[in-house]
């Protein structure tokens, strides 16, 4: 995939160009036979978030994961793969939601929470490396990712590979950003996510995409988070958290009323 600009990088002003110009030229394609379906289960506020700092597209990632999984895989005993896991925060939402088993995650960098997951209901085990090509004992209940293929140069030779990793009545959850994600993430790995691109990586049997969020979120993340935190360098939500929950709150409300404009889609894939 040469000629790729990647956004987490360190770019020149024209590469930031260049960047912008080609990801919001690719993203304009469409005619996929995907139809994103928006996901309208509203994300209701614990008590402990009402200073969360968390951006609306991570919220509504994490909230998906604890919500709908349920819904498409059994809360049973399942061996598990996060591609991208950082510091494997992963594993807590599953076991959240009621799973327990095996989690395996796999980055290239080491920030793994062994401690921290220690005591919970997963055997934990890291793997350093390039998801591509590391040894990893599959096959596997559950394969996820958390804004992870956005990262990755080669995206889709990475989901022919975990396709063959999937076992059978397994599920695959991708949560990726979408074409509108680009004005407000800017500079962020070398890609959004059409529904076309989507298509081109997972084909289309078998294959769900949910919208997540709209045009009100959209909104208060340019408005909280890319002016005051990439182009002013301030951080709005971290000064003021009881007063950004509380927007985030109300624009996920809005959300239901104009669910136009996702800033990410979860794409569902079963075996």
């Known amino acids: 995939m040469s000629g790729e600009l990647n956004g987490d990088l360190k770019l020149g002003?024209?590469?930031?160009?260049?960047?912008?110009?080609?990801?919001?030229?690719?993203?304009?394609?469409?005619?996929?036979?995907?139809?994103?379906?928006?996901?309208?289960?509203?994300?209701?506020?614990?008590?402990?978030e009402n200073g969360m700092t968390s951006s609306p597209l991570r919220y509504l990632s994490e909230t998906f994961i604890r919500r709908?999984?349920?819904?498409?895989?059994?809360t049973t005993e399942v061996s598990v793969l996060d591609v991208g896991c950082g510091s494997g925060r992963l594993a807590d939402l599953l076991a959240g939601a009621g799973y327990r088993g095996r989690y395996t995650g796999v980055d290239m960098t080491d920030r793994f929470g062994v401690e921290e997951l220690a005591a919970g209901p997963f055997q934990t085990r890291f793997v350093a490396g390039d998801a591509h090509s590391v040894p990893l004992d599959g096959?596997?209940?559950?394969?996820l990712s958390v804004s992870a293929l956005e990262?990755?140069?080669?995206?889709?030779?990475?989901?022919?590979?975990?396709?063959?990793m999937l076992a059978a009545?397994?599920?695959?959850?991708?949560?990726?950003?979408?074409?509108?994600?680009?004005?407000?993430?800017?500079?962020?790995?070398?890609?959004?996510?059409?529904?076309?691109?989507?298509?081109?990586?997972f084909g289309t049997r078998g294959v769900r995409v949910y919208g997540l969020g709209g045009g009100a979120t959209w909104l208060l993340h340019f408005?909280?988070?890319?002016?005051?935190?990439?182009?002013?360098?301030?951080?709005?939500?971290?000064?003021?958290?009881?007063l950004y929950a509380s927007l985030l709150r109300l624009a996920l409300q809005f959300d239901h009323l104009f669910p136009a404009f996702p800033l990410g889609y979860a794409v569902v894939k079963g075996r």
């Open 13 to 48: 002003a024209g590469d930031r160009l260049c960047y912008l110009a080609r990801n919001f030229a690719r993203n304009l394609k469409g005619g996929s036979g995907i139809r994103a379906v928006p996901w309208r289960n509203p994300p209701l506020f614990s008590a402990n």
């Open 68 to 74: 709908e999984l349920p819904r498409l895989h059994p």
């Open 139 to 143: 096959p596997f209940d559950l394969i």
């Open 151 to 164: 990262h990755i140069e080669d995206d889709g030779a990475l989901v022919k590979r975990l396709d063959r």
């Open 169 to 201: 009545g397994g599920a695959q959850i991708h949560l990726v950003p979408a074409p509108a994600a680009l004005l407000i993430y800017l500079w962020h790995g070398y890609r959004q996510y059409s529904t076309k691109a989507i298509a081109e990586r």
């Open 223 to 242: 408005l909280s988070i890319t002016v005051p935190e990439v182009i002013c360098r301030v951080s709005m939500r971290r000064a003021m958290p009881r």
